[in-house]
């Protein structure tokens, strides 16, 4: 089960702490690649691979936050004997939350949860792209500039991509927050001066989530802002990272 949900690009022999990244609506552990070659080998990198997509693709797509969330806590038992930060983008950003307060509740509290691009949990938006034409679902995929475009436009590799896609946005779409204590790990929120899914004001509610500490940072660009800005997130995370472990040492990128 946790070898299906987990993907290690990058094996750390001794790390100080490991981030789980959670992607996005149709997105895939591949997405981090980049981040796991770039984090510090102290930090070794896990991203999660959900169902019915590249080597899952024959597996059932999961349809709700719930769903993904108790499985993701399941496959990250093994990898909690050193201290875990959660980075998620979008979608992530929910799945991430909701795992972190199953962690939380199992008395495992997180190095941080860092939120990208999606506000706050209890920020309700009324958005139906999972109840559209496919016609509909691809032009709100091409308008986040969040897959390639050739992609798209190729109809056998598009068959096989929609579902997923699509059961990803009915999850986020038909999620509740379900009121609950506040999560006792610091929570930074990061987000596009442009993103048309999340507001600046949206955003800032995640500060009401947490009883630690809260940062906003804001970078410029629209809802993937982040693939121009991988150094800088890199930097934050890590940094927040070694802070936290007391090793402030280490470097802050892995040599190559």
């Not at 552990?29 to 024959?58: K, N, T």
């Not at 769903?67 to 050193?82: E, G, I, M, S, T």
């Not at 890199?234 to 402030?248: K, T």
Request: aromatic fraction near 10%.
């Amino acid at each position: 089960m946790g070898a299906d949900w987990v993907r290690r690009f990058h094996p750390s022999p001794r790390p100080i702490a490991r981030l789980v990244c959670f992607p996005h609506a149709g997105g895939s552990a591949s997405f981090f690649f980049p981040v796991s070659e770039a984090m510090s080998s102290s930090i070794e990198v896990l991203a999660l691979q959900y169902p019915g997509r590249q080597d899952r693709r024959a597996e059932e797509p999961l349809t709700s936050v719930q769903d993904f969330a108790r499985n993701a806590f399941d496959a990250l038992q093994p990898w909690a004997d050193v201290p875990l930060v959660f980075f998620g983008h979008s979608m992530g950003a929910v799945i991430a939350y909701e795992v972190a307060r199953l962690f939380d509740d199992a008395d495992t509290v997180l190095l941080g949860l860092f939120v990208s691009g999606r506000r706050g949990p209890a920020t309700y938006r009324d958005e139906r792209v999972h109840l559209m034409p496919d016609e509909g679902v691809v032009s709100e995929i091409v308008n986040l500039n969040g897959t390639d475009s050739g992609l798209l436009a190729d109809k056998e590799i598009l068959s096989m991509i929609l579902p997923a896609i699509r059961s990803d946005y009915r999850a986020i779409e038909t999620y509740r927050y379900n009121a609950s204590r506040k999560l006792r790990c610091p929570i930074t929120a990061m987000v596009g001066d442009n993103d048309p899914k999340a507001t600046l004001d949206e955003v800032r509610t995640w500060q009401e989530h947490t009883s630690g500490d809260f940062e906003l940072q804001v970078f410029g660009g629209g809802h993937f802002y982040l693939t121009g800005h991988q150094a800088a997130i890199i930097n934050a995370i890590s940094d927040h990272v070694l802070m936290a472990c007391g090793d402030s040492a280490r470097p802050a990128v892995r040599e190559r």
